[in-house]
């Protein structure tokens, strides 16, 4: 009996070995995918800035074709509106970086002035606040003339070892003046408060916007002859086909929310500027308008700089009333308007959401944050797709309250059911 159970042994080890490297197998594909998208990003970005324009652009393409326009014209007139639209966030938004980097060095000199104030004001608190320290240092004596005592005889009545009563231990050695000397520098404090630089990379963005239309002219020319191709396709691939097509649908509603989503939380935050009287409100409302698509840190990142603004043109109240209005906008918009319309059908857990986008932002930079959650849409159905990886699309999903991932996984099952019947019908007919 032990010798039979001696190869059942060894053969178990041998899978426990199998199945420990196939898991470094995966990890080190893992890592090597990722290397491989971060070395040539350059490829890849214009590229899939072009298909996502091209699923954005798809409804005003399907509505010129339902009013009879040739698709050769129809085509041609979606090209000529995304090249509007895009052409005037970028002219707009170019030259209004343009004229605040002139008042740049107007607002670093104000928010040094500030600094400056704020220090001199902290210094004479410290000041005041040491005098105090000092003369409560016989609290309850009454001294006159020749009664006074010497710091070190109060010290040692009150159990003090230094000279300068209760304070002297934590007295600063730098004053606050001397600290804002030492770490000032006026180069940098703007970037590193305001994060204004963030708005020129995103301008710088227009490189690549030349391929991005190349791409996404051809995927728009060719689009009438998909639905042929995925039919064909579907014979052969079958239901997995079918999910994928249904995850392009709903990508493809998810962006056109995520517009317009995005449009009137950009144009709340344009009337929110005008209102405050903050600088360059249109630049705001455009920065607010590209961030909206960056789930969870998007909205907070846009709010820094006319926050920071406010504070320099107009001090703390109007810098509070600004903070205000974008949070009412962005929970008003982001946590009761968008999942209204978006519903549960994406089932992305919250964590994984920020964590695509840490991810894809780390990835791809800011392309990758603003298509963190399509991408990792993407990449959960080919986790679905895998016999060996759908538990981390289970993972990344949401739960529902029956405890079902609240996606297709139910819908998925109750197919498969129907086929057993179906078969178990057929099988017991025969």
């Known amino acids: 009996m032990l010798v039979r159970s001696m190869p059942e042994a060894v053969k178990g080890k041998k899978s426990v070995a199998g199945s420990g490297f196939r898991v470094l197998l995966s990890l080190a594909c893992v890592v090597l995918i990722v290397t491989g998208l971060k070395m040539a990003s350059s490829l890849f970005i214009p590229v899939m800035m072009g298909l996502f324009i091209a699923l954005l652009s798809m409804p ?29 966030i970028v002219f707009l938004t170019s030259g209004v970086v ?8 107007d607002y670093t000199e104000r928010l040094r002035r500030q600094a400056e104030e704020f220090s001199v004001t902290m210094d004479e608190q410290l000041v005041r ?24 005889a109060v010290g040692a009545k009150r159990g ?58 051809f995927v728009l020319a060719e689009s009438g002859s998909y639905a042929q191709k995925m039919l064909e396709v579907l014979r052969v691939r079958g239901p997995d086909l079918t999910r994928f097509r249904s995850i392009t649908q709903d990508i493809q509603k998810y962006l056109g929310i995520k ?21 360059f409100p249109l630049l705001w409302g455009v920065l607010a308008f ?4 960056v789930p969870a840190i998007g909205s907070i990142l846009a709010g820094i700089p006319p926050v920071l603004l406010g504070l ?13 209005c974008y949070l009412i906008i962005n929970v008003t918009i ?9 519903g549960e059908r994406f089932g992305i857990s919250t964590v994984i959401v920020i964590l695509s986008v840490l991810f894809w932002g780390f990835v791809w930079g800011p392309v990758g944050m603003l298509l963190a959650v399509p991408l990792t849409m993407l990449v959960k159905v080919m986790l679905d797709n895998s016999s060996d990886l759908c538990w981390i699309s289970a993972l990344m999903g949401k739960n529902t309250p029956d405890g079902g991932d609240g996606g297709d996984g139910g819908d998925e099952l109750k197919e498969s059911n129907s086929t057993g019947l179906d078969v178990t019908e057929a099988t017991s007919a025969g």
């Open 60 to 88: 005003i393409l399907n509505w010129l074709d339902r009013h009879g326009l040739p698709r050769p014209l129809a085509v041609l007139m979606t090209v000529v509106i995304d090249l509007l639209i895009l052409g005037g």
């Open 98 to 105: 343009g004229d605040f980097n002139e008042k740049s060095g």
């Open 129 to 152: 606040l040491e005098q105090f320290w000092r003369t409560a240092g016989g609290a309850g004596e009454v001294v006159n003339g020749d009664d006074v005592e010497s710091p070190e």
């Open 160 to 217: 003090g070892e230094d000279e300068e009563g209760m304070l002297g231990a934590f007295r600063p050695t730098m004053t606050f003046r001397e600290l804002f000397n030492l770490y000032w520098d006026s180069g940098r404090v703007m970037e590193t408060l305001g994060g204004f630089n963030v708005v020129n990379r995103f301008t710088s963005l227009a490189s690549q916007t030349f391929f991005a239309l190349i791409v996404m002219i």
């Open 259 to 279: 517009t317009a989503a995005s449009a009137a939380t950009g144009l709340l935050a344009t009337l929110t500027c005008v209102i405050f009287k903050i600088d």
């Open 290 to 293: 590209l961030f909206n698509y």
């Open 312 to 324: 320099i043109l107009h001090g703390f109240w109007p810098a509070l009333g600004v903070m205000a």
């Open 334 to 342: 982001g946590n009761f308007l968008e999942p209204m319309l978006l």
